[in-house]
């Protein structure tokens, strides 16, 4: 009977394994999900991204690692995202970043660019630079406010809660008048 070495089986797993890094890192995954969301009909992100022309350059889809080499070089850290800097363009080291989650946040197609004093921000990231609430201002500008009058009018801050609210103020009223 033959009795197979660690050696043996190591040089099966390197045959069968093209870059040794599959199931081992989270950069796998990375590049694994961006690759099936541009290029399988089937996944469920498809329509968001190859659906709308959202590809992968040829030597990151057919090598990972090639891309592997790009994103150490970049900067990557498992706290980190990969991030298109153009959204209508496809993942190619020209127009990918790693950057962390508020970042990426802030740089969705969806999210509503606002321009005022010659400077673009999103909702959120105006939101920061005033300290006026993201949902306080979207309001204001749903109800026809100009930019400049959303982001610079301070909130107005309400009255004792009891006083806005009818049943609690005719508790309290109840209250009051029964202790004297």
């Avoid at 969301?37 to 990151?60: A, H, M, T």
């Avoid at 107005?156 to 809660?161: A, G, L, V």
């Amino acid at each position: 009977m033959l009795v197979k070495s660690e050696k043996w089986y190591q040089a099966i797993r390197e045959a069968n394994t093209t870059h040794g890094f599959s199931d081992k890192e989270r950069l796998y995954t990375i590049w694994l999900r961006m690759r099936q969301r541009c290029n399988s009909p089937s996944d469920k992100g498809y329509p968001y991204y190859g659906g709308r022309g959202i590809s992968v350059c040829e030597e990151w889809n057919t090598d990972y690692s090639s891309f592997r080499k790009w994103a150490l070089a970049e900067g990557y850290t498992d706290s980190l995202t990969l991030d298109r800097i153009d959204n209508n363009c496809g993942y190619s080291p020209e127009n990918c970043r790693w950057v962390d989650k508020k970042t990426q946040a802030n740089n969705r197609r969806t999210n509503r660019i606002i321009e005022w004093n010659g400077e673009q921000h999103t909702l959120s990231e105006w939101a920061g630079i005033t300290g006026i609430g993201w949902s306080t201002i979207r309001v204001r500008l749903e109800k026809g406010w100009s930019v400049e009058k959303a982001l610079t009018t301070p909130v107005r801050r309400h009255k004792e809660y009891a006083t806005r609210t009818p049943q609690l103020s005719n508790r309290l009223s109840a209250k009051n008048s029964q202790s004297v």
